[in-house]
């Protein structure tokens, strides 16, 4: 089973997952960007170039996304291991949508899901912390260009669109409450999907 983690920068996301070894040691725990390749260090690159070109970006976090597909995602699933994953494709719908919004692309995040749905694997569940763009910029410090208050009330309206398309697999979390009750909702959230298997 494949569970991925989403939300957006200073969502405590990394927090939550990280915490989530200790009670899963079982579990192969994963993210994206990968930081265990080379595609991911083109995509790092790119996240840290302000005037990286976005569809480019687009291509190269897909490239990524593909090598973790075939390197690490599959074969786990296939061994039958419980997979785990920091960002996972919502990420480019709702990222990538928003930076591609004044692009001669008519439709960026229908096209977006158009060219990873021929070869991604979707997630099962998806647990969504939800922060408002304000708390989310100012909890991530703004260091990058994905980081901006009003790129990321952009990136919430596509998470937003991305729950209502497919409710069932969406678990959504408030995460502006303290650490303690988001990691206490997230487990909880975790004890139903394994249950439910
Ligand atoms: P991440 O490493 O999760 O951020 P952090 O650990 O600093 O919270 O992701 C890096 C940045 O890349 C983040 O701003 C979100 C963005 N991103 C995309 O724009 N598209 C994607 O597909 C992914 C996976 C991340």
Redesign the pocket.
Known sequence: MLVTLEGL??SG??TVWEALHDRYPDAVFT???TDDSWYGDAVNRA?GDDDADPLATLFL?TAD?ADHLSRVVRPALEAGDLVIS????D??YA??AA?LRTSELKRPMEYIMGIHAAFTRPPDKTIYLDVDPETAAAR?GST?K??QAAYLADVRANYERLIEAEPERFIKIDATQSPEAVLDEVEAAFDEILAEE
């Open positions: 920068d200073g996301k990394t993210r994206e960007p996240i976090f996304h920091d960002r996972y494709s990420s480019r990222y990538q930076s991530s990058n994905f980081e």
